[in-house]
DNA sequence: TGTACATCAGTGAACGCGCGTTCACTGATGTAC
DNA sequence: TGTACATCAGTGAACGCGCGTTCACTGATGTAC
């Protein structure tokens, strides 16, 4: 790693080992990101060895376990929406708030139909015997941070509709409060309360979609769910 | 079936058969929702005979084959769920419609909590490979038919505020004036359009908290998901 | 620059399991006369 | 009421698969002197 023994390509001879390493592991992830499709979260080692073109205890060169490999493709995956809804949203004026909750919410429905099961492998039912490590904590965080973001300009720039007299439930208020210093600063606690019902129904709204609940029941889907979107933001205060 | 011959106690000899047949089936039921814990969708049959005391092959006296208990299993939940929320919502005054509401969204919650797999199975992600037959369809509309009740008669009582001037998207228009012929007779537009948003929400909320997206971020769930259900009951204009 | 040694990716066999489904069968229960 | 026959639940063996993980190994690549 700190060697400084180098190679005739200019790079230290050992990160030539690490980076085919690197991309070994991608290709595993990747290949193994197919096979969700088809078994869900019940992922086959031995299927993606095969696909690989390789035996199926090579695999344990890369990945301790499947589970540690589950563990890879569900950081993957927030990371990948995180990534989505964050660029998304940036690329919308930041006094434009009702745009920037829109793209946000288009971001997570658009990602999640592209790659419905890895949408479905983060917010779908849990795999059972699968206890997520607390690494992927943080990267699960980015999206609603961004929310949060729309929510804090808006109380400082005034144009998030302020309810000055509004009382939350005393244990809804102790969540909310500890949620606000820990994640949220600068966010009015009304306006987190009802941020946060938005985003349940952000993802509720993409699960019902995704989950098959909307079959034989909804069409228009996309404009339903901006309808939905709107109405939101319309609760939480965003114009 | 038909038959007039009489066994000694007044039954039908052909309906003891059936009988013994009825009970093996439920019992077959009830231990296959007892591994949905263990294997989540991914039910395995020789683990069920195994419980019954029975060799693997005998299961398909009863069931065709796997996808058929899996069906069995799905149309029981939603019946279950259906029931659950039907008597909770009937134990409330007609006029109460908030207090209707409420019993609606927390029978929905009380029924999942209690069998978290079985709500798994029927609003978590899809099952790989498994394809729903047309006869889930009805069992698995009978709570939102509760909530049609609900907002009909708030509409003839003129307790449910209407929203005169409201003008929805036409794709959603188009969607929601099909539903309410099909199956919401005597409901607005406007009123079964926010009906179906807190629809959703109610059912986000839930999936939220079973499926662990509140860990580490809400614990006052029952206290927040009442919130939330508030929050949506004015939305909808239920007062 | 050359050589001895260490690291590490991938192999192949094995362990000890699991699974859904089919099929010919036995023996008990129910039906028809 | 008694008897011959039909129905049907459950058995046990088999087919043809699958799986995760361990382990001793080979041979290529990288490191240190």
């Not at 790693?1 to 992830?29: L, Q």
């Not at 078994?39 to 990945?63: E, H, K, Q, T």
């Not at 400082?156 to 005393?170: C, D, T």
Request: one cysteine or more; proline letters at 5%.
């Amino acid at each position: 790693m700190t060697s400084m023994t180098e190679h005739s390509a200019g790079r230290p001879a050992a990160s030539i080992r690490a980076r085919v390493r690197a991309e070994m592991t991608e290709e595993i992830k990747a290949i193994a990101r197919r096979h969700l499709a088809v078994d869900g979260a019940n992922l086959s080692l031995r299927a993606v060895a095969r696909d690989l073109g390789v035996v199926s205890s090579a695999l344990y060169r890369y990945f301790a376990n499947r589970d540690d490999l589950l563990t890879a493709l569900i950081i993957d995956a927030y990371n990948a929406l995180g990534t989505a809804v964050e660029s998304a949203e940036a690329a919308v004026p930041r006094a434009d708030l009702l745009g920037r909750w829109l793209a946000v919410c288009h971001a997570v429905r658009d990602w999640a139909l592209a790659q419905p099961y890895e949408y479905a492998l983060i917010y779908g039912s849990p795999v059972p015997g699968y206890q997520a490590p607390t690494d992927t904590v943080a990267p699960a965080t980015r999206g609603v941070l961004v929310l949060g973001g729309i929510l804090r300009d808006g109380t400082a720039s005034g144009a998030l509709s302020p309810r000055p007299g509004e009382r939350l439930p005393k244990p809804v208020r102790a969540d909310i409060v500890r949620l606000r210093d820990e994640a949220f600063p600068g966010v009015p606690e009304s306006a987190l309360a009802r941020g946060m019902t938005g985003w349940v129904q952000l993802f509720g709204s993409v699960s019902f979609e995704l989950f098959g609940q909307y079959n034989n029941v909804v069409d228009h889907r996309r404009e339903f769910f901006e309808y939905q979107m709107r109405a939101m933001a319309g609760y939480i205060g965003i114009t």
